[in-house]
């Protein structure tokens, strides 16, 4: 039965018609492995890594599949991945971080930090069809360049809110200031605040931010700052050679042959991903394993602390988790805060529909997902590498996890 059709179910009726396992007494989580390891068998997804905890103690981690089909290496649960658009609300923490310490603001303009977003212009495209099933129409041509009302502020890009598109072309090795200097030049697509549209690159301006006030590399701020005082020692932008050893390698479906076949991560304009030239990109740089990517909202369910240390301020993490796009038109169901996705109506997208309104997190162009679920106290993360299989927030795997998790809670 497909659990598309199933979103309006409760979690119990859901657990009874999906494939029936029945979890150990000492394990009210083994049907999870299970359920994932049908999409490996089927071919979908080259292996899969799941963990399920609460604030203070993860309840469930297990691997399925493989890492490295060429090689026949099997998936490990402490296997990195890159975590693509995850990275996001990393780089709001280390903005957040900052707003504490008293050297930002939210609503500070970007052309405090970079002075190159002075003067901006919009340069407005009316929007196309093509999308949702409507008819594509007639590309209408750009209107005149216009002065923009206002500044782009920290907020416009933490919400995707600012106007800025996508930097499509850049050479790999650029400084973080070198990619912001051209950046800075691009003509916005819509007036700062008047809508909502994805920006990787507006993440990524925001990694700049952080090493002007910050007064260090974007990569050392966050180690500092963050990495090590939640011991996530197994994250970076750049894996080591020994870590590679551990690295998920990334996958498409060929359509023809039905096969999985390795692909390249585009967004690392062809460089390794030992490559440390490459700047550490804060809209989707990162490598990371589902414990460390635990850890960062373990925290943040606990108000900003971890372990006895006071990583954020309780008013700061409320800040970072409550809606910030008012009437603007996000992703369905789900308007966006301060670098994290919330959750506003669960039904409106089938992977949501076990979470409570209020839930926070972000997904990856590859698959990964990451959700904390305040009103359950559960941390949920899935670490899988699939390319081109719709959209990832939603995927078949992302469905089935949160349903087979969500039935095992108390």
């Given at each position: 039965m497909n659990a598309r059709r199933l979103s309006w179910l409760p979690a119990l009726a859901l657990a009874f018609l999906l494939p029936a396992v029945v979890a150990p007494a000492q394990d009210r989580f083994a049907a999870i492995t299970p359920q994932m390891q049908a999409f490996v068998d089927r071919n979908e997804i080259s292996g899969i890594v799941t963990l399920v905890a609460t604030k203070d103690r993860v309840l469930h981690l297990a691997a399925v599949g493989s890492s490295d089909l060429?090689?026949?290496r099997k998936m490990q649960t402490d296997d990195f991945f890159w975590i693509a658009s995850m990275t996001k609300p990393i780089t709001g923490l280390a903005i957040a971080m900052l707003v504490d310490d008293g050297k930002l603001k939210f609503d500070d303009p970007v052309e405090k930090y970079i002075?190159?977003?002075?003067?901006?212009?919009?340069?407005?495209?009316?929007?196309?069809?093509g999308r949702g099933g409507a008819p594509a129409q007639p590309a209408a041509p750009p209107a005149a360049p216009q002065p923009a009302s206002r500044p782009i502020t920290l907020r416009d890009l933490l919400t995707h809110t600012s106007g800025m598109g996508e930097l499509s072309t850049r050479a790999p090795h650029l400084t973080l200031a070198e990619t912001a200097a051209l950046a800075g030049k691009l003509p916005l697509l819509f007036q700062p605040g008047s809508r909502w549209q994805y920006s990787t690159t507006g993440l990524d301006m925001l990694g700049r931010v952080v090493e002007v006030a910050g007064g260090m590399s974007f990569d050392a701020f966050l180690q500092k700052r963050l990495?090590?005082?939640?011991?996530?020692?197994?994250?970076?932008?750049?894996?080591?050679?020994?870590?590679?050893?551990r690295y998920a390698k990334s996958y498409v479906l060929n359509a023809d042959t039905k096969k999985l076949e390795e692909t390249p991560i585009s967004y690392m304009y062809n460089t390794a991903v030992t490559d440390r030239g490459r700047p550490p990109l804060g809209g989707a740089g990162l490598f990371s394993t589902a414990e460390d990517i635990a850890k960062v909202y373990q925290m943040m369910l606990n108000h900003?602390?971890?372990?006895?240390?006071?990583?954020?301020?309780?008013?700061?993490?409320?800040?970072?988790?409550?809606?910030q796009t008012g009437d603007l038109k996000a992703r369905a169901g789900m308007p966006w805060a301060l670098a994290f996705c919330?959750?506003?109506?669960?039904?409106?997208?089938?992977?949501?529909?076990?979470?409570?309104?209020?839930?926070?997190?972000?997904?990856?162009?590859?698959?990964?997902?990451?959700?904390?679920?305040?009103?359950?106290?559960?941390?949920?993360?899935?670490?899988?590498?699939?390319?081109?299989?719709?959209?990832?927030?939603?995927s078949p795997m992302h469905q089935a996890f949160q349903i087979a998790a969500a039935a095992a809670l108390p």
């Open positions: 060429a090689a026949g002075p190159e977003f002075a003067h901006a212009t919009v340069v407005e495209r009316p929007a196309g069809g990495f090590d005082p939640l011991g996530m020692k197994n994250t970076t932008f750049w894996l080591t050679p020994e870590q590679e050893k900003g602390e971890f372990n006895g240390k006071r990583i954020l301020r309780p008013e700061t993490v409320a800040e970072m988790t409550r809606k919330v959750v506003e109506d669960p039904k409106a997208m089938e992977a949501n529909v076990m979470l409570t309104p209020g839930s926070f997190g972000h997904g990856g162009a590859y698959g990964t997902n990451s959700w904390a679920d305040p009103g359950k106290g559960v941390v949920y993360i899935l670490m899988l590498q699939r390319n081109r299989m719709g959209n990832p927030d939603n």
